[in-house]
């Protein structure tokens, strides 16, 4: 019933700038948030960031001050990867927390080179 879809991943040298977006599709009562995890190959999935309904924004110690989370409409978000790293190197995931559910998007690829 909500489908969350990512675009935006890509090849980037390290240093470079990616913008990774978010689109929640469906009906839906309330969006309580939105977030980005992240998983590498054969590591677990991490949390990236999140923004709140209120517009609060929260993001993990690995990322905070390269990346920003924001909001374009109220299902729609934008993760900006700056400096990116080649430890950033990972599928991104979006979901969108509708009625204390997740819903996951399928992911986009982020990979950067050294």
């Known amino acids: 019933q909500v489908h969350v879809v990512e675009s935006g991943g890509g090849l980037v040298q390290a240093g470079g700038s990616l913008r990774l977006s978010c689109t929640a599709s469906?009906?839906?009562?309330?969006?309580?948030?939105m977030r980005w995890d992240r998983q590498a190959p054969g590591k677990q999935r991490e949390f990236v960031a999140r923004?709140?309904?209120?517009?609060?924004a929260n993001y993990a110690d690995s990322v905070k001050g390269r990346f920003t989370i924001s909001r374009e409409t109220t299902n729609t978000v934008y993760l900006r990867m700056n400096s990116l790293k080649p430890e950033d190197t990972a599928v991104y995931y979006c979901?969108?927390?509708?009625?204390?559910?997740?819903?996951w998007g399928q992911g986009t690829q982020v990979t950067v080179s050294s």
């Open positions: 979901s969108a927390n509708v009625n204390y559910r997740d819903y």
């Open positions: 469906g009906s839906w009562f309330r969006i309580n948030d």
């Open positions: 923004l709140s309904s209120d517009g609060s």
